[in-house]
């Protein structure tokens, strides 16, 4: 079974602050993928970045940044200089490497940039 | 950029009533979803959809539920009696696989209420 666990629910910061979400997942492929999703209000699932369990490089796009270690399955997600249109549900979602591809998703943390 | 398309974007059902939920997938995806996501909780996996049947479907996916691909593009999902607890946000998606990986696109979404 695969599981995907964000312990935070909420997080509020003021603009221009850092965020960083944490995911824990488990799961008993050895190879597998970890992904983000964005969720703004308009409520749409807007696709961040996709890791392979292979690959433990982290990686920045811009404002966000993504810590992948294996060793503590954990894929956090950082924000740096967050902005109001940061706003939105963030969602982890982990699927297998093969056969359908099917997600499992976190619960997602909620997290609101206040100006 | 190619997207997932879905109408309608909402919806508004009586209990009992049949619904059918349209979405193109992107042209050259050969994976294609639905998920729900009931308001305030986590987006949950229905079913897969690859090479025109189903590979795998999760336990909400009951008799009452049912997928289609008429055609070469349109992947459809039919409630045939809906419920109160229908009433959700229903995400189709699509993905191909490549030598990069396998990433999931969604679509923006279908509001279902059934009152």
């Known amino acids: 079974a695969q599981k995907v666990t964000q312990a935070q629910t909420e997080i509020s910061v003021v603009e221009k602050e850092d965020v960083t979400l944490d995911c824990v997942y488990e799961?008993?492929?050895?190879?597998?993928?970890l992904f983000w999703y964005k969720q703004p209000p308009s409520g749409e699932l807007v696709f961040l970045i996709r890791r392979n369990s292979f690959d433990e490089q982290n990686e920045i796009s811009g404002r966000y940044s993504w810590n992948f270690q294996k060793s503590t399955s954990s894929f956090n997600f950082t924000i740096t200089a967050s902005q109001v249109v940061d706003s939105a549900v963030y969602f982890c979602a982990l699927s297998r490497w093969g056969g359908d591809y099917k997600l499992s998703f976190g619960a997602g943390t909620t997290v609101t940039v206040r100006a | 950029e190619p997207e997932v398309t879905q109408t309608p974007s909402h919806q508004v059902t009586q209990m009992g009533q049949e619904v059918i939920l349209r979405c193109v997938p992107i042209s050259n995806h050969l994976y294609f979803y639905w998920y729900r996501q009931i308001l305030g909780q986590k987006v949950e996996f229905l079913v897969s959809f690859y090479n025109n049947e189903i590979s795998e479907k999760s336990e909400i996916f009951d008799d009452q539920f049912s997928v289609e691909r008429p055609d070469g593009s349109n992947f459809t999902l039919k409630i045939r009696s809906t419920k109160l607890e229908d009433s959700a946000m229903y995400f189709c998606?699509?993905?191909?696989?490549?030598?990069?990986?396998?990433?999931?696109?969604f679509g923006e979404g279908s509001w279902l209420t059934v009152v």
């Open positions: 998606a699509s993905s191909v696989s490549t030598e990069s990986g396998n990433t999931i696109y």
């Open positions: 799961t008993r492929d050895t190879t597998y993928y």
